[in-house]
């Protein structure tokens, strides 16, 4: 019991100590009213962090009686847009290990998106928080707002809010802004 509750005190204070500045105003219309916390690309101390594309590739999900249970990057015919943060372990803590990750694809050659509704499922993503926790898991995606451009310098600047809906039925929203380089 202690332990849960450890993790849970950890889990809000790394929360509130995120980064808290709203991002200067963009020509997209996914905004980020309402959300607190964003994702970014600028690690948070005692953080590890990528926003990557993976071209040729794709995701794969697998289910175990209908409940995702992971989600892998393999070789494929897409571009994969992949999240992934992990906070450092301390040695003096058990179970305080956390990452986040966040997965999904589009067709080669585009230089733009927009997705809402059911273009979450076309894009198949998946938003995973992995922790000792109630809610840890792999979840599907099919609430939000999210868009991104290919910027001249190479990144694909996304950026947009999702809904989660865990397995708990806790809805958790997260906001994205964050500039994905190409691999």
């Known amino acids: ?55 040729n590739s794709a995701i794969k999900r697998e289910y175990y009686n209908e409940v995702l249970n992971s989600a892998t990057i393999e ?51 998946v938003f995973a928080t992995l922790a000792y926790s109630r809610d840890g898991g792999y979840y599907p995606v099919f609430e939000g707002c999210m868009e991104g451009k290919l910027k001249e310098d190479g990144l694909w600047l996304v950026q947009g809010k999702i809904t989660i809906t865990t397995r708990t039925q806790r809805k958790i929203v997260k906001g994205i802004r964050a500039n994905f380089q190409i691999e």
């Open 1 to 55: 019991m202690n332990r849960i509750l450890l993790l849970i005190t950890l889990t809000i204070t790394l929360t509130l100590c995120a980064c808290k500045t709203k991002p200067p105003v963009t020509s997209f219309s996914c905004n980020l009213e309402g959300v607190e916390v964003v994702l970014s690309e600028i690690c948070q101390p005692k953080m590890d962090c990528s926003f990557i594309v993976k071209n």
């Open 75 to 125: 070789s494929g015919d897409k571009m994969v847009f992949v999240m992934d943060r992990k906070y450092q372990d301390n040695p003096m803590i058990a179970d305080d290990e956390f990452s986040e990750k966040l997965f999904f694809l589009l067709p080669k050659g585009k230089t733009s998106f927009k997705m809402e509704g059911k273009d979450f499922e076309k894009a198949e993503m």
